[in-house]
């Protein structure tokens, strides 16, 4: 864990480098510190007790992340010690099970860490901590290249049902019910150009053995904190931000449906108005065997099903374990796009 020495009562500076410890404000502080039940007493079970800090300082960025990394990734970081993400946290790894494999995810991490490879959680599982959910996917990120992961799986005998070299991907474990827990490597998630990350609140991940909040955008932990939706870019290049990936706009509506609602309304309407115009060569055009890109995301992005073709060339539509999450997207969609729209996008899904 990264250490903290007694400084001045505003700022705690480790020893011989250029890292602070910056207490956040008495307004946030109250904030996460209720949000996470936190009370001062809690000292004793936490070096940090109640306080939240902000790490500042380049030294936080290359003990993480090494010395190799692109300095261009390095403005935007920023870095939180956070009592209640270690307490939830804490609690995650040691009660989350890998029934495919036998093991705790905290057994897991023990064993990657044996490897010399450290692991993140990244994403929805940790945004979501912050609305006290637990979400039933685990995204993990390692700072190792796949071939390694996969002599992990190999000598440990774990299934790993999914190791894909092209995208540096592999899935741990995932059972019937909907859990998943998955992992991605850094160099694809991290350090992609920041164009290609979709929201500020759903970049934020933790460091496992050092215990540290990260928030790749650095908008991301205010933003999750005041329930704000914005995109991880300049807005200025939202047009750009959309079109490199159009399930974009759609996971937009994702967190609508939490609960979350968009920092402007000049922001919503430029979402909105991107889906309206490319509804038919976008999301109705076809992606793969005549299936639409919004079937697609509706099936097996949201309900984690399938599309399958049968033996005489026709469509197997199969609804995943999420199938209840269907009917409040559509409502959440409904609520801001046109009636035509929304029975065009309803018609792709009729056969369901």
Known sequence: MIKAYKGNKSTKWSRGNETAFEPLSK?????????????PSSKKNNRFGSTNYEIKGTYIFY??????IVIENLHRFRFFIIPGIIKEMNNVIESV???????????????????????????????????GKRSDDIDLVFDAHIETIRKVCIEQKWPCPEINEQYGYVAFDYDMKGMMIEGIEIDNTFFKPIIDHDFT?????????DKVLIDISGKGFFDVINNRI????????????MK???????????LIMKGYKPHSREFHETIVEYIEKNLKKVYLGKLYRGVSRIKHFLIKNLTYGDIEQGENGE?????????????????ALGE????????RIMKEIDDI
Do not use: C
């Open 336 to 343: 801001s796009l046109s009636a035509k729209t929304l029975n």
């Open 244 to 254: 490199r990936d159009w399930k974009k706009p759609l996971r937009y509506f994702k």
């Open 315 to 331: 469509e197997i539509v199969t609804v995943g374990t999420e199938k209840d999450k269907l009917i409040p997207f559509l409502r």
């Open 230 to 241: 914005r995109i991880s870019t300049y807005e200025t290049y939202i047009d750009q931000w």
């Open 27 to 39: 307004k946030y502080n109250a904030k996460l510190n209720k949000i996470f039940n936190i009370k």
């Open 201 to 209: 609140i759903n970049g934020l991940a933790y460091g496992f053995t």
């Open 63 to 68: 003990k993480l992340f090494g010395n190799d």
């Open 97 to 131: 099970r890998l029934k495919n494999v036998g093991i705790t995810l905290k057994e897991m991490l023990k064993v990657f860490e044996d490897y010399g490879v450290k692991m993140y959680v990244h994403g929805g599982f940790v945004r979501d901590l912050f609305s």
